[in-house]
T-cell receptor, first 112, second 116 residues
Framework: GNSVTQMEGPVTLSEEAFLTINCTYTATGYPSLFWYVQYPGEGLQLLLKATKADDKGSNKGFEATYRKETTSFHLEKGSVQVSDSAVYFCALITGTASKLTFGTGTRLQVTL | DVKVTQSSRYLVKRTGEKVFLECVQDMDHENMFWYRQDPGLGLRLIYFSYDVKMKEKGDIPEGYSVSREKKERFSLILESASTNQTSMYLC???????????????FGPGTRLTVL
C-alpha cells in the first residue's frame, strides 16, 4: 500500500533561516506528490505539487523536487518568516484515484 | 474562491450521543471527503463520496456513517459517540472530473469534537 513518512517535529527556526522538511514515500505505481500547509485555526491548503519524476513544485518561496531514485519530496525554503509558522503535510495520490495518503505532519515554529 | 464550510468549530458531546457534523461546499464539486486529524497520526480518511447518494469507506470507517442527499452537503454521523472519537474532523471537496493529481482537494476549517 501507499505510505508517507515525514520528519518528526516540531521544527523551531529563527526568522531568515533555511528550512528543510524531509518527506519520503512508498507507493504502487507512479504517484503525484503534494505539500499541504495548515495555519493555526484553519483547514489545509495546497502549497505545491509535482506530478512526475524530477518535477519541481514551487509556491510562496517554498520548493520541493520529486526524486524518484530516493523516493523523496523534501520541502525547502531559503529564508523563513514568522508567518510561515504552521503544520506542513506531505501527501501522495496514485493514478486517477481521488484519495490522498498523508504523512503525520511537521509543525514549524519560526521565531524573531 | 472555493469555500468549504463546516457547521461548528467546536463541539462537546457526551458518550452515547448521536452526533452530526455538517459540511457544505459552494463550487459544485463531485467529490467530498471526511478526515480525522490526530497528533502523530496525520489525516486519516473516514469516508468519501463521489456523487449524490454514493459513498465509499476510507481507511477508518468504523463507528461512523455518512449521508449525501444533496451535491453540496456531506454529513458525518457518529451513531453513538465514544471518547476515542474525540478528534479534529476535516471536510474536503474536489472537482472530481479527472481525479488524480489534477483534482485539488479544498478543506474546511475543521470541527474540534470532544466526547466526554
Amino acid at each position: 500500500g501507499n505510505s508517507v513518512t515525514q520528519m518528526e517535529g516540531p521544527v523551531t527556526l529563527s526568522e531568515e533561516a533555511f528550512l528543510t522538511i524531509n518527506c519520503t514515500y512508498t507507493a504502487t505505481g507512479y504517484p503525484s506528490l503534494f505539500w499541504y500547509v495548515q495555519y493555526p485555526g484553519e483547514g489545509l491548503q495546497l502549497l505545491l505539487k509535482a506530478t512526475k519524476a524530477d518535477d519541481k513544485g514551487s509556491n510562496k518561496g517554498f520548493e520541493a523536487t520529486y526524486r524518484k531514485e530516493t523516493t523523496s519530496f523534501h520541502l525547502e525554503k531559503g529564508s523563513v518568516q514568522v508567518s510561515d509558522s504552521a503544520v506542513y503535510f506531505c501527501a501522495l495520490i496514485t493514478g486517477t484515484a481521488s484519495k490522498l495518503t498523508f504523512g503525520t505532519g511537521t509543525r514549524l515554529q519560526v521565531t524573531l | 474562491d472555493v469555500k468549504v464550510t463546516q457547521s461548528s468549530r467546536y463541539l462537546v458531546k457526551r458518550t452515547g450521543e448521536k452526533v452530526f457534523l455538517e459540511c457544505v461546499q459552494d463550487m459544485d464539486h463531485e467529490n467530498m471527503f471526511w478526515y480525522r486529524q490526530d497528533p502523530g497520526l496525520g489525516l486519516r480518511l473516514i469516508y468519501f463520496s463521489y456523487d449524490v447518494k454514493m459513498k465509499e469507506k476510507g481507511d477508518i470507517p468504523e463507528g461512523y456513517s455518512v449521508s449525501r442527499e444533496k451535491k453540496e452537503r456531506f454529513s458525518l454521523i457518529l451513531e453513538s459517540a465514544s471518547t476515542n472519537q474525540t478528534s479534529m474532523y476535516l471536510c474536503a471537496s474536489s472537482l472530481g472530473a479527472s481525479g488524480g493529481a489534477q483534482d485539488t482537494q479544498y478543506f474546511g476549517p475543521g470541527t474540534r469534537l470532544t466526547v466526554l
